[in-house]
Nanobody, 118 residues
Framework: QVTLVESGGGLVQAGDSLRLSCAAS????????MAWFRQAPGKEREFVAG????????YYTDSVKGRFTISRDNAKKTLSLQMDSLKPEDTAVYYC???????????WGQGTQVTIST
C-alpha cells in the first residue's frame, strides 16, 4: 500500500513558477515509476511527467518540455515538479501517481489545484 500526498498548488500569473511536491509513504522500489498527471475541467486526465525511481530516467509530455522538471529525493521518498513559464493552459488539478511494475498496481494522490491567470 502506498499513500501519496501532494502540496504546492495555487493561483499564479502566466509566466510565474510553482513547485509541486508529493510525499510517498509505503514501499517504493527501484523499478517503481512515479509521475505527475493533470486533469483540466472537461478534459481527460493526461500524463505530464514521469521518472523511473531507481535510475532517474525522466519523461515529459511535449507541451511541458523545457518548462517543467521532475525530480525525486530517494531518501525522503518525495517527488517534485518544478513548473516554470506557466501558461493558462497549464491550469488543472495535478495528481501524483505511482506504478509498481512488480505487481502492476497503481496509486493516486488526492490532487492539488494549479490555476494560471492571464
Amino acid at each position: 500500500q502506498v499513500t501519496l500526498v501532494e502540496s504546492g498548488g495555487g493561483l499564479v500569473q502566466a509566466g510565474d513558477s510553482l513547485r509541486l511536491s508529493c510525499a510517498a509513504s509505503g514501499r517504493i522500489y527501484s523499478s517503481t515509476f512515479m509521475a505527475w498527471f493533470r486533469q483540466a475541467p472537461g478534459k481527460e486526465r493526461e500524463f505530464v511527467a514521469g521518472i523511473r525511481w531507481g535510475v532517474g530516467n525522466t519523461y515529459y509530455t511535449d507541451s511541458v518540455k523545457g518548462r517543467f522538471t521532475i525530480s525525486r529525493d530517494n531518501a525522503k521518498k518525495t517527488l517534485s515538479l518544478q513548473m516554470d513559464s506557466l501558461k493558462p493552459e497549464d491550469t488543472a488539478v495535478y495528481y501524483c501517481h505511482v506504478h509498481h511494475h512488480w505487481d502492476n498496481t497503481d496509486y493516486w494522490g488526492q490532487g492539488t489545484q494549479v490555476t494560471i491567470s492571464t
